[in-house]
């Protein structure tokens, strides 16, 4: 991976300039439109130290959870793997730890590591959910290098596609062999609500509703992003036909909607 550490070591350095920091290009492209910085706090240092190592290290040898769906859905993974940019920031608010933008024509995998000291973890566990991040937004890249994003103008199209996108990422990141995982109780809990909800978003006319629709499919509660989880539990309840709803592309889980 090539990664670009110039905002973790401005941060770390002796001479930390908190101007050189809020001037980055990440911070105007967090959200459209809006500039977002978050000062980090200089006492955080030394277990940013110890995050940063927990990063290199995975970064070094990566290897996603699922990787024996990532082989088949994403044969060349490791090739991605090898040219991806990776950003190691730092001023990034919550609840933006790990994320993937474009920017002047590259994709950027973008980890925030003050959010990620938030999560207070053991050193055990940080890998882990470090290992967890970096497959979420290895999903991204994948799908993109495949399936080009649209436009969010074109607001059915785009809201098909987060649910497409995101739900493939939350699935294979949220547990290291998701085949062997039982998802009837969460399927249950969560997918009638946010199936609701996703339906009634596709059928929205309203503009500013839609802004505010786009915004919600994959931000804020994790069981309340509506597109997101909706896809992941589709294609959970799906997962012997895992492959085929890929190659499909957005229309594989946009059928599986319409089938309910």
């Known amino acids: 991976m090539n990664i670009n550490r110039e905002l973790i070591e401005g941060y770390l350095s002796n001479d930390f300039n908190r101007?050189?920091?809020?001037?980055?290009?990440?911070?105007?492209?967090?959200?459209?439109?809006?500039?977002?910085?978050?000062?980090?706090?200089?006492?955080?240092?030394?277990?940013?130290?110890?995050?940063?190592l927990l990063i290199k290290e995975a970064l070094l040898d990566f290897e996603p959870f699922n990787v024996d769906i990532f082989n088949k859905l994403f044969p060349n993974w490791e090739k991605e793997t090898e040219k991806t940019n990776v950003l190691l920031a730092v001023g990034c608010p919550q609840p933006y730890d790990a994320f993937v933008?474009?920017?002047?024509?590259?994709e950027y995998m973008i980890f925030d590591l003050i959010r990620?000291?938030?999560?207070?973890?053991?050193?055990?566990?940080?890998?882990?959910?470090?290992r967890q991040l970096i497959t979420h937004e290895l999903v991204h890249i994948c799908i993109h290098n495949r399936y080009k994003t649209p436009d969010k103008?074109?607001?059915?199209?785009?809201?098909?596609?987060?649910?497409?996108?995101?739900?493939?990422?939350?699935?294979?990141?949220?547990?290291d062999n998701v085949r062997a995982v039982d998802f009837t109780k969460i399927i249950?809990?969560?997918?009638?609500?946010?199936?609701?909800?996703?339906?009634?978003?596709?059928?929205?006319?309203d503009k500013e509703k839609q802004t505010i629709l786009l915004e919600a499919a994959n931000t804020g509660y994790y069981?309340?992003?509506?597109?997101?989880?909706?896809?992941?539990?589709?294609?959970a309840e799906h997962i012997e036909d895992i492959n085929h709803i890929y190659n499909s592309g957005v229309q594989g889980v946009i059928r599986l909607i319409k089938q309910i």
Request: hydrophobic letters at 35%.
């Open 101 to 106: 933008r474009n920017y002047q024509g590259k």
């Open 19 to 52: 101007c050189k920091i809020e001037e980055h290009w990440i911070f105007s492209y967090i959200e459209e439109g809006q500039y977002l910085f978050d000062e980090p706090k200089e006492e955080k240092r030394e277990e940013i130290e110890k995050i940063d």
């Open 116 to 130: 990620l000291s938030d999560y207070n973890l053991s050193e055990n566990d940080m890998k882990m959910v470090i």
């Open 223 to 235: 069981w309340d992003k509506f597109a997101a989880i909706s896809g992941k539990l589709l294609i």
């Open 153 to 175: 103008t074109d607001y059915i199209d785009y809201l098909q596609y987060i649910t497409f996108d995101e739900g493939f990422a939350h699935l294979l990141a949220f547990n």
């Open 188 to 205: 249950e809990e969560h997918l009638e609500k946010n199936l609701k909800l996703l339906q009634d978003a596709l059928r929205e006319k």
